[in-house]
């Protein structure tokens, strides 16, 4: 495991343990066994993003709480979703995620 996800293990145990939710309850509340828990709060298993985003909710943390620290300034949205910067093309798509047309 790098250390990025070393720092989400750690993160999502504090977490944890501060809101006093066993491994159990976790699980239970997102659809996995505990022992996955436990390999997930150990770096044994790296979570998926969607796996990070269910925990987040039951943790009553946004999401960027696991990443604080890492990477760049962050992004500011803007009143209609997008990102500070990023272009929408006509069809209403951020230009990086429109399918290029060959």
Not at 12 to 27: P, Q
Not at 57 to 67: A, C, H, P, S, T
Not at 69 to 87: K, W
Request: proline share 4%; aromatic share 6%; hydrophobic share 40%.
């Amino acid at each position: 495991m790098n250390e990025l996800e070393m720092a989400i293990a750690r993160r999502l145990r504090g977490r944890r343990l501060r809101l006093g939710l066993s491994l159990s309850t976790l699980a239970n509340a997102c659809g996995v066994t505990f022992q996955q828990v436990q390999k997930y709060e150990t770096g044994q298993s790296a979570i998926s993003a969607t796996r990070l985003w269910a925990l987040s909710r039951v943790l009553e943390v946004d999401i960027g709480y696991f990443f604080e620290g890492f990477g760049g300034p962050r992004a500011q949205p803007l009143g209609d979703g997008r990102a500070d910067g990023e272009r929408v093309a006509s069809d209403g798509l951020p230009a990086r995620a429109r399918p290029e047309v060959t």
